[in-house]
């Protein structure tokens, strides 16, 4: 939106993950002040519409080892993705798995979405996470919810209540088109941003 360019390379469309064909993003954001204070909700990631059918290609790297994420050791035996990434906050990320898993069989049966990929971010600084204010329909509204086109970015989904380097951050993503020999290739990120502080220095 300011113009800052990053690299050489083009953006897609949408300058988001949404611009890797097939990939669709939903959010669910809860904000209140009243009974506590609520900064936090949920993102989907689906790879693919029909991702309980259609599996595509999966990797794992953890860049430091904190972040907790469900599903880890099936990608890496399988080399393979069955279900959506769903992002939200630590204290509920065992409501959202189990909730990524009602939603599998109650809209498609059988063991659809076995081993859910949930990953999590701590946003205890803005949120009340022991309130634990999300539920199921939460997390079926983000699913429910997932489209291409423009992703909403910053105070929104799981990213309602991070922060990084003591600034407000959350939701973000891009996109880039790479040519490689005589095609292009788009790659598209999505992150849920909560790290790092800032040193401050006595002059």
């Known amino acids: 939106d300011l113009g800052i360019q990053i690299g050489t390379l083009e953006t897609g469309p949408y300058n988001a993950i949404t611009d890797v064909p097939g990939v669709l993003v939903g959010m669910r954001t ?37 972040g907790d994420m469900t599903g880890q050791y099936l990608i890496e035996e399988t080399g393979r993705l069955s279900s ?23 809209r498609y049966g059988g063991f659809t979405f076995t081993l859910p990929v949930v990953g999590e971010t701590h946003d205890g600084w803005l949120n009340d996470a022991g309130s634990f204010p999300l539920n199921e329909e939460h997390v079926f509204e983000a699913l429910e919810s997932a489209s291409s086109g423009r992703v909403e970015e910053g105070c929104c989904g799981g990213g309602t209540g991070n922060v990084s380097y003591e600034f407000k951050a959350g939701t973000g993503t891009a996109s880039r088109i790479a040519p490689i020999l005589n095609s292009s290739y788009t790659v598209g990120a999505l992150v849920q941003a909560n790290h790092g502080k800032r040193n401050h220095l006595l002059i």
């Open 84 to 106: 959506p990434i769903v992002l939200t906050c630590t204290h509920q990320l065992g409501l959202v798995y189990q909730s990524v898993l009602n939603y599998g069989v109650s």
């Open 30 to 66: 809860l904000i209140s002040d009243h009974p506590a204070i609520i900064r936090t909700g949920v993102t989907a990631i689906l790879p693919r519409a029909n991702i309980h059918e259609d599996n595509v290609f999966a990797g794992f790297h953890s860049f430091n080892g904190i």
